[in-house]
């Protein structure tokens, strides 16, 4: 009998990254298993050959180890040509032989297809959720989440994941609006990186009134404004103009300089970087600031190239963890492809204080 599979979500055209990295996390714990990814579908089935299998992958998966996921969970039915004039009392009968759930998402793909049924699972979820909670299949005390993936309007697949290891948010995509004074909407993929890499505690730490940050490759200065946004002293190095209201704030100095040979008098609180470069070099200039000790946190985007993007963030990342290690260096990493992210990853690094290393 074949294994109910876990669904991943991803971006569309990136299918076959999520799952060459799926497929390396099973790897890596000596999990057999396979990956069924359609291009453009925007997710990936991944099977395990056992339920002991399963269940440890399902025990070690958490969504902020996983780059190219936006959101997970594992599969234990799927429902097909469900009755139009009542959808609700199948998937009923089938949660009742799930665990209970802390809550539930009804979710669609990021696909051309999921969109179109959007309106239809924002209408839907109330009405199953009134259901479920009168099925009492719906409890504040339970670790799990439950979730209804839509592919048609008579079509869902039904599962659940660890509510503390996957997105509370439908399909894992962080919704956000671009500011009105924004110079550009790049700033929309630094708001995010901040809201979704970094944890409430390690903003508070970053982000002080009066800290200090760069911007490398920095005009027009949309990540800068981000920055400014939070409270931060910052100096944006690039050849191009900055925007002037941005600059009109006094909050920017501006320097005309190359990003890659320029570095500042003193160490500052977060360096952050958007340049359209080759990934590794990218890696390695993030990762001569940190082993240097020129910042303390460093949030940046890789461009991808077209094919073996997977391997190629793997490899990125691993030469900035290199540099650090050699250089005695303890640090905490996390990357996401972001929804506004495109044909990149952004990444987080953050040095750890001696302070913060006696605590972990």
């Not at 670790?143 to 660890?162: I, K, M, Q, W």
């Not at 200090?212 to 939070?230: H, K, N, S, Y």
């Not at 793997?314 to 250089?327: F, H, P, Q, T, Y």
Request: proline fraction near 4%.
């Amino acid at each position: 009998m074949q294994q109910t599979p876990f669904i991943f979500f991803c971006r569309p055209g990136f299918e076959s990254d999520c799952a060459a990295e799926v497929q390396a996390i099973a790897n890596a714990h000596e999990l057999a298993g396979y990956a069924n990814a359609q291009t453009d579908a925007g997710y990936v089935r991944f099977y395990l050959f056992d339920d002991a299998s399963s269940e440890a992958f399902f025990d070690l998966l958490d969504l902020s180890d996983i780059i190219f996921a936006r959101q997970w969970f594992w599969a234990k039915a799927e429902l097909e040509e469900l009755p139009l004039e009542d959808r609700i009392t199948p998937i009923l009968d089938v949660c009742a032989d799930v665990a209970m759930a802390k809550s539930l998402l009804v979710e669609h793909l990021d696909s051309d297809e999921g969109r179109e049924l959007s309106k239809f699972c924002k209408k839907f979820s109330t009405p199953l959720t009134i259901a479920l909670e009168k099925q009492g299949l719906v409890h504040d005390d339970s670790e799990f989440r439950l979730h209804t993936l839509f592919l048609a309007t008579d079509h869902c697949v039904l599962g659940y994941s660890p509510a503390e290891r996957s997105s509370e948010l439908k399909g894992g995509i962080l919704r956000l609006k671009a500011p009105k004074n924004a110079p550009s909407r790049s700033s929309l993929k630094l708001d995010e990186a901040i809201q979704v890499l970094m944890s409430n505690r390690q903003q508070r730490d970053a982000f002080r009134l009066g800290n200090t940050g760069v911007d490398l490759g920095a005009a027009p200065g949309g990540w800068t404004f981000q920055l400014v946004e939070r409270g931060l002293q910052v100096s944006a190095i690039d050849n191009g103009p900055m925007d002037k209201k941005l600059m009109a704030t006094e909050h920017v100095e501006h320097y005309q300089e190359n990003a890659f040979t320029w570095l500042p008098e003193k160490p500052v609180n977060v360096l952050v970087c958007d340049m359209v470069e080759k990934p590794s070099l990218v890696a390695n200039l993030m990762a001569e600031w940190l082993e240097g000790g020129h910042t303390q946190h460093a949030i940046f985007n890789l461009k991808l190239p077209m094919k073996k993007r997977f391997q190629e963030v793997a490899d990125c990342i691993g030469l900035v963890c290199d540099r650090l290690e050699d250089a005695e260096k303890s640090y905490f990493w996390q990357a996401k492809h972001l929804y506004h992210d495109r044909e990149e990853i952004t990444v987080y690094f953050r040095l750890k204080s001696k302070v913060a290393q006696n605590h972990s």
